[in-house]
T-cell receptor, first 108, second 122 residues
Framework: GIQVEQSPPDLILQEGANSTLRCNFS?????LQWFHQNPWGQLINLFYIPSGTKQNGRLSATTVATERYSLLYISSSQTTDSGVYFC??????????FGTGTSLTVIP | DGGITQSPKYLFRKEGQNVTLSCEQNLNHDAMYWYRQDPGQGLRLIYYSQIVNDFQKGDIAEGYSVSREKKESFPLTVTSAQKNPTAFYLC?????????????????????FGSGTQLSVL
């Protein structure tokens, strides 16, 4: 199956700082989603972004499908942003493949 | 409210025992999935189903079984053949089913998750 790599694996930020998380994938994809997993294990949809740029409040994402990567930007980080961020891609056949995630800790 | 319900939240398995994890959705989604998450790891696909009465193996199907008799339900059985079952299990669903040769849906194709079941071995 398709390979998905996320970087960095761990990130510690001071509250108010900005950050960029990266997702590289090994082949063409039909879909790409970013998720936030909260401390209770729940995965929350952040963006559905197979291509282009989207923004939602302090979060934005850009996918450059031709170069096989996506970026998630977090601005003015807050402690509630802590958790694990996953990128998931779908090629054909309705199978979604996940990266190993970026664990974010925001310190007050 | 529409959503995906997983139960139980915590489950304990004895040696040699089969256990079944429940996943129900009322989102009218065609596709459903089971993922396994180990500590500090990403999600790995166990099984998925694109339509009722059909399911496919994912990357780590050995030791697991599923059924899809109803659109709303996709239970996962962890059999005694699964020697390392301790993990967090996540069920998901998607509104899109894309059969080979069909035009894919262009909008709002998303993957939605339940709240998970933590399975531990006694």
């Amino acid at each position: 199956g398709i390979q998905v790599e996320q970087s960095p694996p761990d990130l510690i930020l001071q509250e108010g700082a900005n950050s960029t998380l990266r997702c590289n994938f090994s082949d063409s994809v039909n879909n790409l989603q970013w998720f936030h997993q909260n401390p209770w294990g729940q995965l929350i949809n952040l963006f559905y972004i197979p291509s282009g740029t989207k923004q939602n409040g302090r979060l934005s994402a850009t996918t450059v499908a031709t170069e096989r990567y996506s970026l998630l930007y977090i601005s003015s980080s807050q402690t509630t942003d802590s958790g694990v961020y996953f990128c998931a891609v779908e090629e054909t056949g309705n199978q979604f493949y996940f990266g190993t995630g970026t664990s974010l800790t925001v310190i007050p | 409210d529409g959503g995906i319900t997983q139960s139980p939240k915590y489950l304990f398995r004895k040696e040699g025992q089969n256990v079944t994890l429940s996943c129900e959705q009322n989102l009218n989604h065609d596709a459903m999935y089971w993922y396994r998450q180990d500590p500090g790891q990403g999600l790995r696909l166990i099984y998925y189903s694109q339509i009722v009465n059909d399911f496919q193996k994912g990357d780590i199907a050995e030791g697991y079984s599923v059924s899809r008799e109803k659109k709303e339900s996709f239970p996962l059985t962890v059999t005694s053949a699964q020697k390392n079952p301790t993990a967090f299990y996540l069920c998901a669903s998607s509104p899109d089913w894309r059969g080979w040769g069909q035009t894919p849906l262009a909008t709002n194709e998303k993957l939605f998750f339940g709240s998970g079941t933590q399975l531990s071995v006694l």
